[in-house]
């Protein structure tokens, strides 16, 4: 079993800068691809960027392309979203999820899901 827990959400204004971690717990986080999804208000959950095993090769929605990074240090079985030139479009539920590849992840799938961390980015 794996267990993930967001943190690093809060309240910034546009053009703000956030740092998003995912603390994962279990034995198969390291061999596995993560990645990041949200949600929100009154709108399905769309993927947002994942990572392969080794932090290699990532991927992102182009919504987010150029202003989100995602990576992961296997060390400390943590993964990590930095988020530069918020808008206030990229205010939702941000959800840390675990896949055995990324194009899962990419497609939306997912086995394990973390409780979500909340983004507000107002104007």
């Known amino acids: 079993q794996v267990q993930l827990v967001e943190s690093g959400g809060g309240l910034v204004q546009t053009g703000d800068s956030l740092r998003l971690s995912c603390a994962a717990s279990g034995r198969t986080f390291s061999s596995s691809a993560m990645g990041w999804f949200r949600q929100g208000p009154g709108k399905e959950r769309e993927f947002v960027a994942a990572v392969n095993w080794s932090g290699t090769s990532t991927y992102y929605a182009d919504s987010v392309k150029g202003r989100f990074t995602i990576s992961r240090d296997n060390a400390k079985k943590t993964g990590y979203l930095q988020m530069n030139s918020l808008k206030p479009e990229d205010t939702a539920v941000y959800y840390c999820?675990?896949?055995?590849?990324?194009?899962?992840?990419?497609?939306?799938?997912?086995?394990?899901w973390g409780q979500g961390t909340q983004v507000t980015v107002s104007s």
């Open positions: 999820a675990v896949a055995p590849t990324t194009r899962g992840l990419v497609g939306g799938t997912a086995d394990y």
